[in-house]
């Protein structure tokens, strides 16, 4: 079935860069690029928060307040790969990091990577 398997998570100190990736496999009667992509986060305790999205050719993007101009979201679609560059990192971004695909709802998700942004 279609799956998606993001990596790159770990722990950062605050000011930080990390980027984090999704790869995607086994999208049988849909390409990759045929999809929105977005990247949804859960910090411990607390419900799902959506972080950013891009449209299927790259030429659109969205961002959440809380990471406008420090976080990019950017994609592959050769590679079947999307990407989340985060710079600035803070203590509050810490999370869970899924990746998961469609526009208005999602039917695809990932397992989740972690990012830890402590000292």
């Known amino acids: 079935q279609v799956q998606l398997v993001e990596s790159g998570g770990g722990l950062v100190q605050p000011g930080g860069s990390l980027r984090v990736s999704c790869a995607a496999s086994?999208?049988?009667?849909?390409?990759?690029?045929?999809?929105?992509m977005n990247w949804v986060r859960q910090a411990p305790g607390k419900g799902l928060e959506w972080v950013s999205t891009?449209?299927?050719?790259?030429?659109?993007?969205y961002y959440t307040d809380s990471v406008k101009g420090r976080f990019t979201i950017s994609r592959d679609n050769a590679k079947n790969t999307l990407y989340l560059q985060m710079h600035s990192l803070k203590p509050e971004d810490t999370a869970l990091y899924y990746c998961?695909?469609?526009?208005?709802?999602?039917?695809?998700w990932g397992q989740g990577t972690q990012v830890t942004v402590s000292s």
């Open positions: 891009i449209n299927t050719n790259s030429s659109s993007t």
């Open positions: 998961a695909r469609g526009d208005y709802s999602y039917d695809v």
């Open positions: 086994r999208f049988t009667f849909e390409d990759f690029e045929d999809f929105y």
